[in-house]
C-alpha cells in the first residue's frame, strides 16, 4: 500500500516536499517513481529512483525536481522547486515500471500564478 503525502498549494516560484510510504517488504528491491495527473491529461511518469540510487527525470522537471529514498524508511520523496502553474496536478508514486501497487488518491499540488 502506498501513501503520498505534503502536497498543498504554493505561489508560482514556491517550493513543496512530497513523500511516499511504502511497505517493508516490498521497498527496497523497486524503482520508484513519481507520476503525476493533471487535470484533462494523462498521467505521466515524473522521476524515478533504483535500488542502486540512480535518477532519471522527465523534462518538464528537470533541474527542478529532486527524487531521493530511504530504504530505512521505506520512503521516496520529491522535492519540487520553481513551481510553475503547469505543475498543479495530483501526484502519485509507485514502482516502475510495473506500477503494481494500488494508485491510491494521490496528493494534491496546486501552483498559483
Known amino acids: 500500500q502506498l501513501q503520498a503525502s505534503g502536497g498543498g498549494l504554493v505561489q508560482a516560484g514556491g517550493s513543496l516536499r512530497l513523500s511516499c510510504a511504502a511497505s517493508?517488504?516490498?521497498?527496497?528491491?523497486?524503482?520508484w517513481g513519481w507520476y503525476r495527473h493533471p487535470p484533462g491529461k494523462q498521467r505521466e511518469l515524473l522521476a524515478l529512483?533504483?535500488?542502486?540510487?540512480?535518477?532519471n527525470y522527465a523534462d518538464s522537471v528537470k533541474g527542478r525536481f529532486t527524487i531521493s529514498r530511504d530504504d530505512a524508511k521505506n520512503t521516496v520523496d520529491l522535492q519540487m522547486s520553481s513551481l510553475k502553474p503547469e505543475d498543479t496536478a495530483v501526484y502519485y508514486c509507485n514502482a516502475y515500471p510495473s506500477a503494481f501497487l494500488s494508485w491510491g488518491q494521490g496528493t494534491q499540488v496546486t501552483v498559483s500564478s
Open positions: 529512483i533504483t535500488p542502486a540510487r540512480i535518477t
Open positions: 517493508k517488504n516490498i521497498f527496497r528491491l523497486n524503482t
